[in-house]
């Protein structure tokens, strides 16, 4: 939604080859969440304390990860946390796969590399390995929590 409505305010997305990056972190980060909530929906008792902890682990991400501004802006300890952050390498590749001028420095940000391929690459396994790692938690808990 926000790219389509920044589309139409005049933004200029590319639809080269490299959107593949874009649709490639997509998708492992939407693994990556839905996971995350299937954990939450397993392990919090009630839906009211759903709802008050998930801004927490959806929205406050967000200001590390270099969504509005660069991660380099942070103190460096913070930098640092939002480096281990999916959603940090997520918005890199989104920003790779979809522009040409700002794609290759957020990933520069993050891993401080000079081949923008090797960095997205990096960039793509991290997000892969969490969305493994949290799906697989979440399934051995939504199994579990069934059996009970």
């Known amino acids: 939604m926000l790219i389509g409505a920044s589309a139409l305010r005049g933004a200029q997305y590319e639809t080269t080859s490299r959107v593949f990056w874009f649709v490639a972190a997509a998708l492992l980060f939407a693994i ?20 008050g902890i998930l801004p927490a682990i959806a929205i406050v991400p967000f200001f590390f990860a270099g969504s509005l501004f660069p991660i380099t802006a942070l103190p460096p300890w913070l930098a640092d ?9 997520s918005l890199a590749l989104f920003r790779y ?30 997000v892969a390995l969490y969305a493994m790692v949290i799906l697989g938690l979440a399934i051995r808990l939504f199994t579990r929590s069934g059996k009970s």
């Open 32 to 51: 990556v969440m839905y996971g995350m909530a299937e954990i939450l929906a397993a392990r919090v008792p009630s839906t009211e304390e759903y709802v």
């Open 81 to 89: 946390v939002a480096r281990v952050l999916p959603l940090t390498h």
């Open 97 to 126: 796969g979809l522009t040409s001028t700002s794609g290759s420095q957020a990933l520069q940000n993050i891993w401080g590399m000079h081949s923008a391929a090797t960095m997205a690459v990096l960039s793509l396994g991290v």
